[in-house]
């Protein structure tokens, strides 16, 4: 008999039912007899001990199902160590929980946050297995991530009924994707729906070369531009900024975000219209896709194949093709960024995507 | 043979394809002999005596594909007696163009604004036929207008996936919808995707009333509360105000419209994380759901029909299920707006729906 | 208190889940105290006695979701005076459990056939409401039915796939479309996907008129020639014979339907490669369109008012873009079907579509 | 200047246009003169030098666009010594026409039998460059293909309509997916949709099996089984007749293909209805889905860094999440299948899916 936790933690994304559907299902399936507790709102649930019994039958018809059963929450890594408004010390309650339910693991499905505050419970003595959750793809460890698809998927769509409208009128049209650190989102769903200019927080942009391939466009007879801007795009001057400085520039910004920013400059730049689209949590929402769903089940497969053997403190991971269990260690506080010279952007700038850093 | 100028005209929305290809096909099907000038960017088009001779190879395969091939713009009704950039007054101009081309008739797909230009050119002497093109479900004289559908369905899908964040994080989120003057899109979307709270321009709200129906969704045990706001919303207090008051009150406001207003003040005096996505433009694109494009071919196949017979001076629009001609003068200048005590307000309040009016 | 049963009855469509949660909602909101019976499989849980108990946390996030969370089944109207498997006369079983469980009413969702037993159950006695579901929107009093605007936009989904294909290779497609004995569907769905020839029940087709058709397009330079038809299509001879004759002709096909049987002339005369699709059930699955659950939602609303105000024997129906309640005993066995003459039929022929009926 | 051929052959599938497009793309962006010969209708177009002159403006917008721009037909590899209609040899024809136009090498997009060819034309002395398109996924050398993760989006989006009416009506249903040598498709778009039982043909299945799996899953309390087939799936007694008997065999069903076989079955054995769906060519067709789309560019954009450094006789592949060269004559007349014992085989056994082989 196992007895297992299981938590999503930080933003939700798609594909995290299929997960736990996945882990469920192959312990089931092995004849294994389990126990299952599923704590709700994320390590908010394993703090306060606030759980739900699961079984079978409530991973029945989730598969396809968007959002999390369990519920999500961000309890940020920083301040794990500090007192909840109770005056309880997170950690300690969290490992009260853990020993009192007599768990022999906790599973957690959760992004980069999520596996610093699971690492940290590893070094702590608890038995953890984590499966990488994030629309960001930034997981270091993993080829990829799931959610990662779908939110690719949406933003596509987006773009491409932007598109219609911006071959209609004839303006320039921004298109906000989430990603705060890293530009994977931005630049496939950027390539995928034939965006001109992408612009990701690895590749620092300055405004002379975004104006430049927009009136290379119009002399060549395009009536319209489309940018795909990661919600954390930076300019090339920003970016010498220290982390502190240009936080304190962003909070005096006027607009909500940078890409509004951009607008503004363009539009003040070249005397053309210049529309802004965000369409932020949507992003992360709905039915995941069907390679999500695969993908997702793959590794709750594998997660579950790790528990029956007991072999804990990993993270059930993608590589070159294959599922594999990455040390907790090796994965925790690393960030899996867009590397500028990276083969995909030589082929994007090929097709004569710009990154708003060329030379003018 | 008939010579057949067409355009396009104001905001592009998905079917003004399917509109023309109806048009042209029907006249073609007819074995009349057609000549067809196709009017670049909307009455600019006609103004500038810009165009593009037609074929019916130009209409095949667009019956799905968004946006407008002839593209389109805003010539705002109000400035189409002053002169042009160029000195020339503008209506002049069109006749000029209308007349130097042996035009038979002019075919105008349009919203609001363009239906008075339409008119216009009307009583000047010109054989005008139109079709009701807008998201907004707003025009006069007819039931429904296409690009609406189609505009639902995308509206709802950001809600759908909204949903299921909301569901998983237990926050208020806010879809702003477009609709500056009228409900209808905001009102379908919402209803379609289980919205819990519908501000429309037609019915004011009062914060007071969105709080108590929030905290009477968290009293039942709900987690999460959805509002689908239209551009247009606007409080009860505000609605007293004169336009210009009103006008000038907007320009003031910090925030990029009356959507994060609300937001604003409901984080306020609840507490609860507020979250806004904002689609826009997104709802114009894309390529025109199957309701839209029948209803857009049937009108554009009557149109075909009117102008064999020379009936001119009408658009063709939709009543009681039958396709109508209705006289240009009784379209012109009117708005067709959500009566807040009709019948599908009543069914949308029985189903538990608030629009922010309730008396708390 | 009410006390209401409820079934969905015949073959699943999008929307029942909508059109259910829209009854037990605006009861719920009306204030009245309510014990909701809900019979599983169709009639066949009435019979039975075969329910759960549903409170409205059953009709919480059901609007969106396909099929019944109540189960369907068929028990034909011409077998309910027989006995069952055990004996027991049908109609009499279906008596004893209402008055057994001290109904109030017995709210019942299905297309044609369920009408029948719904008004010959009203006729014993009972108090009866019913809504129009069915994809093939033929239910007589009504404009239109719910789950047909969701079947129309899959069936078009469907031949926009096959359309790139028939672009690509130049062959002639055959997408067969549901409605055995109307054709609403396949027009509407042949109209939206710019299907070239669409073969209905209600104009029985001659192969000649097929054959000209697609030779009149190979020699405008079509490569291709997609046919949208009904599964209940007719040859002009087959429409002459007795039904008897006919249904023994049908038996005697070697091949699946009627579809392959036009594929296999099309072939032998014109030495085209043909290619049949059958999107099947398909049609009838998934989660529902926007339209459908807006309009399932209004219905099931006034549905709810009619039982708070006791007026019973009606199907609540929608015409002139209004709900209406139409008397039982007007509805049942009677068929809405397409009239050859009608105005979108006219229309479609305007667009260039060919019914297979043309003189050649 | 470069003169490049280019042509796609055999069945279409999506993205067949944006991986040309890439190719263009790439090498107009490189600076390098142009002259693009497109073949139409695949080898054909080669045979008869039948071609249009294409320019950077024909690869505008088709990213997006399903099907692809030259047209395709199938010349059999077996056929291409033989001659065609009008007497003379193809392959000398093809080579008459390369050399004629003064070629610099000749794109091909294709599958396994046009690899063949086109490794054929590489022998013979043509400068020939491949692109892997096939839904199957089924080509030698590469990780992946284009169409495939776009015809397993469209087949599960099948398999979820069904879910929806099977759990209302508790049957068993079976969805034909295409793939008459390999499984790949059947396999990922049954994962992702929740099918039951997945038969493909590297692993035979037995009724007795698939009977079991299905009354398992009945004993558990599910009223449906949803089973998965493809095209080429195969009995274990079938699987040891030689080729030529079981095409015989084939030949004398008396339904349309295997699935209706197991349907049949199924149903004699159960006493259960079983309903079978054939999506057929619809699983070919529409828009490709952004992984489809960045994949097929990306292939382009390198196939054109190829043609600029003189590199030919290789296919454009993907291993290991890397683009790279494989030499034609290493892919031509491989088949990539799934084996019986590969990982996500397991995975899928460990999920609960039965592939119809397990021992009773």
């Known amino acids: 008999m196992k007895r297992i936790g299981m938590l999503t933690s930080g933003g939700d994304c798609q594909a995290l039912n299929a ?32 759980f739900r019994m699961l079984t079978g039958a409530d991973f029945t018809g989730i598969l396809t199902k968007g959002g999390t059963i ?37 599973v957690v499905l ?11 419970l590893r070094t702590e003595g608890l038995n953890v297995i984590t499966l990488p959750k994030t629309i960001d793809n930034d997981l270091w ?13 949406i933003a596509t769509d987006v773009i491409d009924c932007i598109h219609t409208t911006a071959d209609s009128h004839g303006r320039v049209f921004i298109v906000e994707i989430m990603g705060h650190k890293t530009g994977w989102l931005t630049l496939n769903a ?15 942009y300055n405004m002379k070369s975004i104006i430049s391939a927009i009136k290379k466009r119009e002399a060549r ?13 930076i300019s090339d001057e920003d970016s010498k900024l220290s982390k502190k400085e240009y936080q304190k520039k962003l909070e005096k ?7 509004y920013e951009v607008a503004q400059a363009i539009s003040e730049q070249t005397g053309l219209e210049v529309r802004v689209t965000v369409p932020g949590h949507m992003q992360r929402g709905g039915s995941p896709c069907p390679y999500d769903r695969v993908f997702a089940s793959r590794l709750g497969a594998e997660a579950g ?14 590589k070159d093709r294959e599922i594999v269990k990455v040390p907790l260690k090796d994965v925790a506080g690393k960030l899996k960024t867009v590397a500028p010279d990276a083969t995909i952007i030589k082929e994007a700038r090929m097709l004569g995507i710009s990154f708003g850093d060329e030379q003018v």
């Not at 007879?221 to 954390?232: N, P």
């Open 253 to 259: 910004l006027k607009t909500p975000s940078v890409s």
């Open 305 to 318: 194949k790790l528990i029956l053997k007991g072999e804990y403190g990993f993270m059930v991971g993608y």
């Open 190 to 204: 950027g390539m995928a729906s034939g965006a001109d200019i992408i612009l990701i927080p690895e590749i620092p």
């Open 141 to 153: 460890g993993t080829d990829m991530t799931f959610g990662f698809q779908s939110a690719v998927d």
């Open 221 to 233: 007879g395009s009536k319209f531009t489309i940018l795909a801007v990661a919600e954390g795009a």
């Open 110 to 120: 959760g992004g980069n946050g999520s596996h610093k505050t699971a690492n940290r």
């Open 70 to 106: 369990l519920g999500s929450s961000r309890v940020p890594f920083k301040t794990i160590d500090e007192p909840d408004e109770k005056g309880r010390n997170k950690i300690e309650c969290m490992k009260h929980t853990y020993y009192k339910l007599g768990l022999d693991c906790l």
């Open 19 to 50: 997960a736990m559907r996945g882990v469920v299902k192959s312990l089931y399936n092995s004849g294994e007899e389990l126990e299952i507790f599923g704590f709700l709102s994320g390590y908010k649930g394993l703090i306060n001990s606030d």
